[in-house]
C-alpha cells in the first residue's frame, strides 16, 4: 500500500485518507457542544439541584445556597456555611457552581485527552492525522495556551472534589436520618465510581504515583505502590472512553434530580 502524502496546510479536509476520519471529529464537536452547554446552563441556572437526600453534582459541594432566589435549592443547613451573602455581586447569579465545582470543569479543559479532541475538532489544527488543516504556523502550546501546564494543580482540585462527591453519595444513604437506598443513591455513586476512574487514570496522576521512579521492583518486592500505578495505567488507556461515559452520567446524574424534583420523575427507594 503506497504512504499517505502530507497534505498542505490551507486546504482544510484535503486527505489521501478513503476512511471516513471526519466522523470523531464531528462527534466529538457535537458531544462536547451538546453536554458542556448543558452544564453551563445549568451553572447559570441552578434550581432544582436538590431532592432530599440527593445533590446535583453541578452544585456539589455547596459552599452557599441560593435557596431564596431558587426552586429547588439545597437547604440553608445544609450548605458549608449557609446561604449566599449580601456582598455577592447582584449580576452573578447566586449558583453553587462558581464556587467550587468550575475546578472540575478546569480539571476537563486541560486534560491532555479533551486537549487532543477539541484542537481537532474546534481549531482543526489539523482536524485528524494526514488530513488538510488549518494554515498557521505550528507555535506548540505556548502563549495563552501555556495555561495548559494548569493541568497538575487542577488534578489537585479534582481530588478535593471527587472526595465531597463520594461524601455526598454516602450520604445519599440516609434522609431525616433513617437508613435506606433509592435510584437516586446509586446514580450517584456510579458518578461518583466513574469520576474517581477518570481522575486515577490522569497522566499527571499516574505520573504522581509512579513517574518519578526509575524501577518499582529493583529490589524484588512487588510493592503496594507498583500494583496503584499498573492499576492507573489500565485506566489510563482507556481514558477517553473513562473521559466520556464519566461526562455523561454527570449530565444524566442532574437531569435525573432536576426530574425528580420538579416532581416530572419519581425516585424508587426503600424510605416511602
Ligand atoms: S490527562 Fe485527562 S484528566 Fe489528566
Redesign the pocket.
Known amino acids: 500500500m503506497p504512504a499517505l502524502k502530507f497534505p498542505q496546510r490551507g486546504s482544510i479536509g484535503s486527505t489521501q485518507r478513503s476512511d471516513r476520519w471526519w466522523v470523531a471529529p464531528a462527534a466529538t464537536a457535537v458531544g462536547l457542544c451538546l453536554l458542556f452547554g448543558y452544564l453551563t446552563f445549568r451553572a447559570f441556572n441552578p434550581s432544582h439541584v436538590w431532592y432530599d437526600p440527593y445533590i446535583s453534582p453541578t452544585v456539589a459541594p455547596p459552599v452557599f445556597t441560593a435557596e431564596s432566589a431558587y426552586p429547588g435549592s439545597v437547604p440553608v443547613e445544609l450548605a458549608w456555611l449557609g446561604a449566599f451573602p449580601a456582598w455577592w455581586p447582584g449580576f452573578i447569579p447566586q449558583s453553587p457552581a462558581f464556587l467550587l465545582p468550575w475546578m472540575a470543569l478546569a480539571?476537563?479543559l486541560?486534560?491532555?485527552?479533551?486537549?487532543g479532541a477539541y484542537y481537532k475538532a474546534f481549531f482543526l489544527t489539523p482536524p485528524s492525522c494526514a488530513v488538510g488543516g488549518r494554515r498557521q504556523r505550528y507555535r506548540g502550546e505556548t502563549r495563552l495556551f501555556l495555561i495548559q501546564n494548569l493541568?497538575?494543580y487542577?488534578?489537585y482540585g479534582?481530588l478535593f472534589l471527587i472526595v465531597c462527591l463520594w461524601w455526598e453519595g454516602v450520604s445519599a444513604f440516609f434522609r431525616n436520618g433513617q437508613f435506606g437506598i433509592g435510584v437516586g443513591t446509586v446514580v450517584m455513586l456510579v458518578n461518583a465510581t466513574l469520576l474517581t476512574a477518570?481522575?486515577f487514570?490522569?497522566?499527571?496522576?499516574r505520573h504522581l504515583i509512579g513517574g518519578r521512579l526509575d524501577c518499582f521492583t529493583c529490589d524484588g518486592a512487588v510493592s503496594p505502590r507498583y500494583r496503584f500505578w499498573k492499576g492507573s495505567t489500565w485506566l489510563?488507556e482507556r481514558?477517553m472512553q473513562v473521559?466520556w461515559v464519566s461526562l455523561v452520567w454527570v449530565v444524566f446524574t442532574d437531569l435525573y434530580i432536576y426530574l425528580l424534583s420538579t416532581g416530572a420523575a419519581r425516585d424508587l427507594n426503600t424510605w416511602q
Open positions: 480539571f476537563r486541560t486534560c491532555y485527552y479533551y486537549r493541568h497538575r487542577t488534578l479534582a477518570y481522575i487514570g490522569c497522566h499527571s496522576w489510563n481514558h473521559a
